[in-house]
């Protein structure tokens, strides 16, 4: 039998991207421990659209 885990895929959309009005968008996906950190994930990830890092929050 498979093993049940905590961890769940999340996607992180950058912060910034919106405001500057530039087309596309930056997402990444990851993982997660939802037991460990229940609370929204926020990481500082490149946008190659805006070539610089950015922060980085979890929307799913």
Known sequence: MAKK???VQVILECTEHKDSGLPGTSRYITTK????????????????????????????
Not at 35 to 58: C, D, G, Q, S
Request: charged fraction near 40%; glycine fraction near 4%; avoid cysteine.
């Open 33 to 60: 421990n939802k037991k460990n950190t229940p609370e929204r994930l926020e990481v500082k990830k490149f946008n190659p659209i805006l070539k610089k890092m950015t922060v980085h929050k979890e929307i799913k």
């Open 5 to 7: 885990g905590n961890r």
